[in-house]
C-alpha cells in the first residue's frame, strides 16, 4: 500500500494563485475590504475612497478632524488591517 500526498483545498489555491500573481491583488482588495470594520462604523461614514498603491493604504476622508486623529493612530491602524487580512500587505496609511 503506498500514501497519497494529500493537501487542503485551501492550500492548493493559494499555491496556484501564487503561481498566477494573483495573491497579492486578492489581499490588497481583502484590505480594502475591511477597512470599514477595522476603522469602525463613524470613520467608515466619513471615508470617500480607499486604495492601496506601494504597500500603502491611501485613504481619503471628508472630516478633517478625524483626518488628524486616525493621523495619529497610523501603526496601530496598519497592524489591525494586516491582522485582518492575515499577511503583511502594506507598510503605511495616508490620509487625505
Known amino acids: 500500500m503506498f500514501r497519497r500526498q494529500t493537501e487542503t483545498?485551501?492550500?492548493?489555491l493559494l499555491k496556484v494563485l501564487h503561481k498566477q500573481g494573483l495573491e497579492t491583488p486578492i489581499l490588497q482588495k481583502r484590505l480594502v475590504e475591511a477597512w470599514?470594520?477595522?476603522a469602525g462604523p463613524v470613520v467608515a461614514r466619513y471615508t470617500t475612497?480607499?486604495?492601496i498603491y506601494n504597500q500603502t493604504l491611501f485613504v481619503r476622508l471628508s472630516n478633517p478632524a478625524l483626518r488628524a486623529d486616525?493621523?495619529?493612530q497610523r501603526q496601530v491602524l496598519v497592524q489591525r488591517l494586516n491582522d485582518a487580512v492575515g499577511e503583511r500587505v502594506i507598510i503605511?496609511?495616508?490620509?487625505s
Open 36 to 38: 470599514p470594520t477595522v
Open 49 to 51: 475612497e480607499t486604495y
Open 9 to 12: 483545498l485551501h492550500d492548493v
Open 92 to 95: 503605511d496609511i495616508r490620509f
Open 70 to 72: 486616525l493621523s495619529m
